[in-house]
């Protein structure tokens, strides 16, 4: 039941409710109200429910619950409350600077129209590999972590355009947002997760669970 809203809880015990009446009263089919009764339990509910429970499916699979729920993801949930603030996912969520139940989400999606469908798609391979095969140790990214997804909060903020270590450098801001040079560059915010070395940074225990 994790997931699942009163909207979808209700739509499926209706729906549930309508199809025992027609099975316990079968002839209830016979008069023309009973057919339509039954075309909407058989055919509308279902469609109903299913396309209700994507929606908030997909809209739970943004928190940062769903994406920690998984045991292979525990030190990158624990990372977050890494006491060190050279880890800059650590910084972002322990500062609010994302939301807390959006963590992941927040820094690891596509902003394009189709990006929810494509990060779905492929978490239909990572519960492949979750149960029939082996995840890779590290887990990678399918690609290179890029600029978009720090600019998309970052780009504007005076922290940002006039920090001194993005303009010490002339054309160095406008490079970091053409996406020709990475914000995980060696010397900048290159310290992300770090699972490996986890095991030997104090872990926050503020801001509840």
């Keep these: ?12 015990l209706v729906g549930l409710g309508l199809a025992a009446l027609l099975i316990a009263r079968p002839s209830v089919t016979a008069t023309r109200g009973g057919k339509i009764l039954a075309f909407v339990t058989l055919f509308i ?5 299913g396309f209700t429970g994507t929606a908030e499916h997909l809209e739970f699979s943004k928190s940062t619950q ?18 060190d603030r050279s880890f800059i996912p650590a910084v972002h969520f322990q500062n609010h600077l994302v939301p807390r139940d959006r963590a992941c ?7 394009a129209m189709y990006g929810d469908l494509r990060a779905k798609l492929r978490g239909l391979k990572h519960v492949y590999v ?14 290179p972590y890029q600029n978009r997804e720090c600019l998309h909060c970052h780009l504007g903020a005076r922290s940002f355009e006039e920090g001194a270590t993005h303009t010490q450098e002339p054309g160095l801001l ?9 914000c995980l560059s060696s010397g ?5 997760h770090d699972v490996k070395g986890l095991k030997d940074v104090k872990l926050w225990e503020g801001g509840g669970r």
């Design 1 to 12: 039941m994790v997931g699942m809203t009163p909207l979808l809880i209700g739509i499926i």
């Design 105 to 111: 989400f927040t820094c690891h999606t596509d902003y």
């Design 130 to 143: 979750y149960y029939l095969g082996t995840p890779p140790d590290p887990i990678k990214l399918y690609t």
């Design 188 to 192: 900048c915010h290159n310290i992300v």
């Design 45 to 49: 509910f279902p469609a109903l429910a």
């Design 66 to 83: 769903f994406c920690l729920s998984c045991h292979v993801m525990d030190d990158y949930g624990k990372s977050l409350r890494a006491d």
């Design 174 to 182: 406008e490079r970091v947002k053409l996406g020709q040079f990475s």
